[in-house]
T-cell receptor, first 115, second 114 residues
Framework: GAVVSQHPSRVICKSGTSVKIECRSL??????MFWYRQFPKQSLMLMAT?????????EQGVEKDKFLINHASLTLSTLTVTSAHPEDSSFYIC???????????FGSGTRLTVV | GQQVMQIPQYQHVQEGEDFTTYCNSS?????IQWYKQRPGGHPVFLIQ?????EVKKQKRLTFQFGEAKKNSSLHITATQTTDVGTYFC??????????????FGTGTRLTIIP
């Protein structure tokens, strides 16, 4: 089955620093990947849609300059949280799909803690 | 924007009892998907429903898509401890530009008393 690898699984960083999260589709090509944010015991909130070779599409209220998304190849999308602050602490998770009739495969998520 | 609500928010059942979660979208959906997220884990795809009124079964799980394609339900018969987790519905919409978007419901957290 489809596998999506996400790294790192956990990261602790200081306020003001930047953190890069990688999302890779291991056995399929993904022209589109999605980035979500999940707070404890809450649902997944779509942050942006990452499109290979073009600019990402951000959801309303998500700061483009703070959450930089790059989708340089068909198997890799990255999310960089710039100038992180404690309120950015959350669970970030990516997903990708193989086709219209299939569900999406999620990465294992990244738990970011900003201190 | 589109909203997808689920009820109940929490469900605590005795092992062997049945469980149902209901999903309602504020807009008509292209299709609907269901995911299960275990505590500390990531969502895992269960099923996708496409047709109005569609019913699908996976062993003890029965999924239904409403006639108006705005609501759905998941029913688990005779729950087991392995069913513990949060069940999310997710509404899939495809825009006029061909972009697709998955909006997750609020989720129902199922806990089971052994």
């Amino acid at each position: 089955g489809a596998v999506v690898s996400q790294h790192p699984s956990r990261v602790i960083c200081k306020s003001g620093t930047s953190v890069k999260i990688e999302c890779r589709s291991l056995d399929f090509q993904a022209t589109t990947m999605f980035w979500y944010r999940q707070f404890p015991k809450q649902s997944l909130m779509l942050m942006a849609t990452s499109n290979e070779g073009s600019k990402a599409t951000y959801e309303q209220g998500v700061e483009k300059d703070k959450f930089l998304i790059n989708h340089a190849s068909l198997t890799l999308s990255t999310l960089t949280v710039t100038s992180a602050h404690p309120e950015d602490s959350s669970f970030y998770i990516c997903s990708a799909g193989q086709g219209a009739s299939d569900g999406y495969t999620f990465g294992s998520g990244t738990r970011l803690t900003v201190v | 924007g589109q909203q997808v609500m689920q009820i109940p928010q929490y469900q605590h059942v005795q092992e062997g009892e049945d469980f149902t979660t209901y999903c309602n979208s504020s807009t008509t959906l292209s299709n609907i998907q269901w995911y299960k997220q275990r505590p500390g884990g990531h969502p895992v795809f269960l099923i996708q429903l496409v047709k109005s009124g569609e019913v699908k079964k996976q062993k003890r799980l029965t999924f239904q898509f409403g006639e108006a394609k705005k609501n759905s339900s998941l029913h688990i018969t005779a729950t087991q401890t392995t069913d513990v987790g949060t069940y999310f519905c997710a509404g899939r919409k495809i825009s006029n530009f061909g972009n697709e978007k998955l909006t997750f419901g609020t989720g129902t957290r199922l806990t089971i008393i052994p």
